[in-house]
């Protein structure tokens, strides 16, 4: 990757907005991209379970990710992926004050890879979890800024 493209990408802004659509009910668009939005919504009996909810996104998100970096990295090392499964469970637990967090994201990654080099993959497999923007920074804790205006 160029200087160029590296300063470009730690510059990346990401844009969606949300719309209420009915009860718990929300319509996602991402700006500036070819694809269409997503409805999300809370799981009954607190909402309908018209779309995913925001754990379900976030699992997706880290399932997502990390499969994307692990073929990154193999494809980087010339190893030959042919396909790839992967798991991902989200554990809900109380905090001291008894509100429902995300307590535990497993993640479960079954790689086809044709006739693995054994020290690539060695090598893959210790380098891959660095390259995961969105499993990286969820483990470091994110700064998050609220504004509700009224």
Same mark, same amino acid.
């Given at each position: ?25 929300? @319509? ?12 999300? $919504? ?10 995913? $909810? ?30 790839? #499964?992967? $798991?991902?469970?989200?554990? #809900? @637990? ?35 979890? $660095? ?7 969820? @483990? ?11």
């Amino acid at each position: 990757m160029s200087a160029d493209a590296k300063g470009a990408e730690a510059e990346r802004r990401i844009a969606l907005s949300l719309e209420s659509v009915e009860d718990f009910e929300f @319509r996602v668009r991402f700006a500036e991209v070819p694809y269409g939005g997503l409805t999300i $919504d809370e799981p009954l009996p607190v909402g309908q379970s018209k779309g995913p $909810d925001p754990s379900r996104l976030l699992a997706a998100a880290v399932g997502g990710c990390l499969s994307a970096s692990l073929l990154f990295a193999a494809r980087k090392l010339r190893l030959n992926v042919q396909g790839m #499964h992967t $798991d991902v469970k989200v554990e #809900h @637990r109380r905090n001291e004050r008894g509100r429902l967090r995300i307590g535990k994201i497993e993640v479960q990654i079954a790689p086809a890879i044709h006739e693995p080099d054994q020290t690539q993959l060695k090598r893959c497999l210790e380098l891959f979890e $660095d390259f995961c923007v969105v499993t990286q920074s969820v @483990r470091s804790g994110i700064e998050v800024s609220v504004n509700v205006r009224t």
